[in-house]
């Protein structure tokens, strides 16, 4: 089968694998779709350090079972899937907590277990996620960034009416405007960059005006600490800050900036199995939210290498389409 590595930083070749094995708890998916997000890069240049290379890099995957393990329950060949790319242990304390995204054990696929940019890939099958057949390829291929989203939400506790100040545009703050909306929650993006902002706002969110303020949450996805300084500013007394974007620079804040307006301030790490996963693929089998309008640059699997070269000069989400 086809599947593209990376060898080096920035370094990526198309290559003939094996096709996997299916154990007897998997399921062996024929990819169809896979986004690409920020981690990916930090992996692509270098950032993020894998075990080995070449390395098989991508987590946000979708397509069609192809063969099922003898123990397999609950999944059949044919259906289309969602793949869930952190596999928790159901063991540790975080685990049998249900908080499942500080799981001790956590496989992290494409970070610390081969990824999923290859045209089969096997998945333990309780970490795949038929969806309704009327989802759209291009909405499924968002299922994963979506969660993520849905689950900072979740958390937040941001309910209808309540207004959202969603700091970046990128991906993952145009998929938070998608879900608070969704939610019947207001969503107002700050976003510097032109284009971005202009795709936020098609997908109904407001722009941010210097004058605002008084907002009731606080999305931070941009990880850059002067953006979560001047969003915090904007918090209602008693408000809600959850940090979806990571940076490993300080964020200046006093205790007195939290105490005196009693504000919240709390990260937002992936979702938590299998409550998080399941809500979402229920909702876009609903279609209540259709999120493929995030993808805005769609690449054959031959041109992976040019995908991932070109994620930052992409507003929304690059995708690699295998079929
Ligand atoms: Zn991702
Ligand atoms: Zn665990």
Redesign the pocket.
């Known amino acids: 089968m086809r599947a593209v590595v990376l060898t080096e930083p920035e370094t990526m070749r198309l290559v003939d694998l094996p096709e996997p094995e299916c154990g007897p708890r998997d399921v062996v998916v024929r990819m169809r779709g896979l ?1 690409l ?4 890069l930090a992996v692509y240049s270098g950032r993020r350090r894998v075990a080995e290379t070449p390395w098989l890099m991508g ?2 995957g979708v397509g069609e079972i192809v063969a099922a393990g003898a123990e397999v329950t609950g999944r059949t060949v044919g259906q289309q899937v969602a793949i869930e790319p952190n596999y928790c242990c159901g063991r540790c304390p975080a685990c049998v907590a249900g908080f499942t995204s500080a799981c001790l054990n956590r496989v992290i696929v494409g970070m610390n277990h081969p990824g999923l940019l290859a045209e089969y890939v096997a998945v333990p099958a309780e970490f795949t996620w038929p969806a309704a057949a009327t989802v759209a390829l291009d909405d499924l291929v968002c299922t ?2 979506l969660t ?1 989203a849905r689950s900072a939400i979740r958390r937040s506790g941001a309910g209808p009416g309540q207004r959202c100040l969603v700091v970046g545009a990128g991906s993952q703050g145009l998929l938070l405007c998608l879900a608070l909306r969704e939610l019947g929650a207001i969503a107002t993006v700050q976003e510097p960059h032109e284009g971005r902002a202009e795709l936020a706002r098609s997908f109904g969110a407001e722009l941010v005006r210097e004058s605002d303020d008084g907002f009731d949450f606080l999305f931070e996805t941009s990880g850059v600490p002067q953006a979560l300084h001047a969003g915090l500013a904007k918090l209602a007394p008693g408000g809600t800050a959850l940090l979806v974007g990571i940076s490993d620079r300080p964020i200046e804040v006093t205790s007195a900036d939290l105490v005196y307006r009693q504000l919240t301030v709390r990260g937002s790490l992936i979702y938590d199995h299998p409550a998080d996963f399941a809500d979402t693929v229920a909702v876009l089998g609903q279609g209540r939210i259709t999120p493929g309008k995030v993808l805005q640059a769609r690449f054959p699997l031959a041109d992976a290498a040019e995908a991932f070269a070109s994620v930052r000069s992409v507003a929304g989400k690059s995708w690699i389409s295998f079929d």
Do not use: F, L, N
């Open positions: 986004g997000c920020g981690s990916d987590h946000e994963e960034a993520v």
